[in-house]
């Protein structure tokens, strides 16, 4: 079941209370509200690691925090353990803001070893004492909060997921595929890669599941200014916001609209949309 807007829940309880303003004479009609997709912005520029506060919803406390901000889907980080072994909620190539030693993530074991991954937690930034999820375990969560998952498979794991021994890769494509397919049928999944050399092969891959419906609907990026730290004012993406909306014009469906300012577009978008 497709998880609510609220706009269109705003939308659909004004005309049952009969509260809805028509249009003066010759105005155009309102678009309807579009469907929200968080993102935890990362900063632009020389040394963004070092600036970088861990902002990404890559955990239920995050998830939690877009939702409470208006936001009906999530824009998250997967990343894969050495060999491919465990699909994992993190954003960064390496360790850098979790506690213990600076690793690659693709260095690194789930749950064996001195180094392993799971346990460790956030060191900086709002989601501070938050420790590294699962994918599996992340997806369940997004689902009990009614949130839509936009899944950003991260380039540094075709180290497994391209690698020369089929052992190796087909562990490693198991932990991206197999979690969607045991929850697509009660919950909408998207999956994509910004990395050239993977996106083929997860193309393939997700077609040869049956996921095909999970590399489409995907939202439109909106923001016209790049994030920073701290965080530039909102009002920077005000013109990209309004030429968003001014393209859907009297559009009577909720487009999809990502943004790293979740709780500023929210309200930004009060009387601009029904």
């Given amino acids: 079941m497709r998880p609510r807007t609220w706009g269109a829940v705003a939308a659909t309880a004004a005309l ?3 509260t809805t303003q028509a249009s003066p004479a010759g105005a155009a009609a309102l678009p309807v509200c579009p469907t929200v997709f968080g993102h935890g912005g990362y900063p632009t520029g020389e ?3 070092d600036r970088d506060q861990v902002r990404q919803p890559n955990h239920p406390k995050g998830l939690a925090q877009e939702r409470s901000r208006g936001a009906d889907g999530v824009e998250a980080d997967l990343q894969l353990t050495r060999n491919g072994t465990k ?10 803001g979790l506690t213990g030693t600076r690793k690659p993530i693709t260095e690194l074991w789930w749950a ?3 180094d392993q991954l799971k346990g460790r937690t956030i060191t900086r930034g709002p989601y501070t004492g938050e420790t590294v999820h699962t994918f599996r375990a992340w997806l369940d969560s997004a689902r009990s909060m009614n949130l839509i998952p936009l899944v ?3 380039g540094e794991a075709k180290q497994s997921l391209l690698n020369s021994d089929p052992a190796i890769r087909e562990t490693a494509w198991k932990e991206v595929i197999a ?12 999956i994509y890669t910004r990395d050239a050399a993977l996106k083929p092969e997860l ?9 095909a419906a999970a590399l489409t609907g995907h939202p439109s990026w909106v923001d016209g200014i790049g994030w920073e730290e701290p965080p530039p004012p909102a009002s920077g993406n005000h013109a990209s916001w309004q030429a968003e909306l ?3 014009g009297s559009t009577t469906t909720s487009a999809r609209m990502a943004t790293s300012w979740t709780q500023d577009f929210t309200t930004w978008l009060s009387g601009r949309c029904v």
């Fill in 87 to 96: 699909g994992v909620m993190w954003h960064n190539t390496t360790t850098n």
């Fill in 16 to 18: 049952l209370l009969g």
């Fill in 246 to 248: 001014t393209r859907l």
């Fill in 203 to 211: 193309d393939r891959r997700v077609r040869a599941a049956g996921l």
């Fill in 152 to 154: 950003e498979l991260k």
């Fill in 112 to 114: 064996t070893g001195t």
């Fill in 179 to 190: 979690p969607i397919s045991e929850r697509i049928s009660s919950q909408e999944i998207m």
């Fill in 47 to 49: 040394n963004p690691w």
